[in-house]
């Protein structure tokens, strides 16, 4: 079954979302646990983000994603979430939590 990263980009922000679980799941659970790892291991800041975040996207390649729509989808993630920081910043920061 091919895999269709349109569908895979494109969410609606709900509670059921697929997407908006994943980017949940990483940064509630994997972006500290990478972040203590590294330190605990000495290691370079963000290279098992870096390193992990390849290897992902190699395992996209091995199932025969093309890589130039790999970089496409890549990109405009990458596009999404500078705008979410800019906004973030504009606020005063991201959400601290609730109140």
């Known amino acids: 079954m091919p895999v269709d990263l349109k569908n ?18 990483v940064a509630v659970a994997l972006l500290p646990a990478a972040a203590a790892w590294e330190q605990n291991s000495e290691l370079p800041r963000f290279s098992i ?16 994603v093309d890589r130039e729509a ?10 999404e979430i500078e705008q979410r920081i800019a906004e973030d910043r504009a606020m005063g920061g991201p959400p601290q939590g609730t109140a």
């Open 8 to 25: 895979l980009l494109e969410h609606d922000l709900s509670d059921d979302c697929p997407v908006c679980q994943a980017q949940q799941f």
């Open 49 to 64: 983000a870096l390193h992990g975040a390849a290897e992902l996207l190699g395992a996209m390649l091995e199932e025969g």
């Open 70 to 79: 790999i970089e496409g989808a890549v990109g405009q993630l990458l596009d």
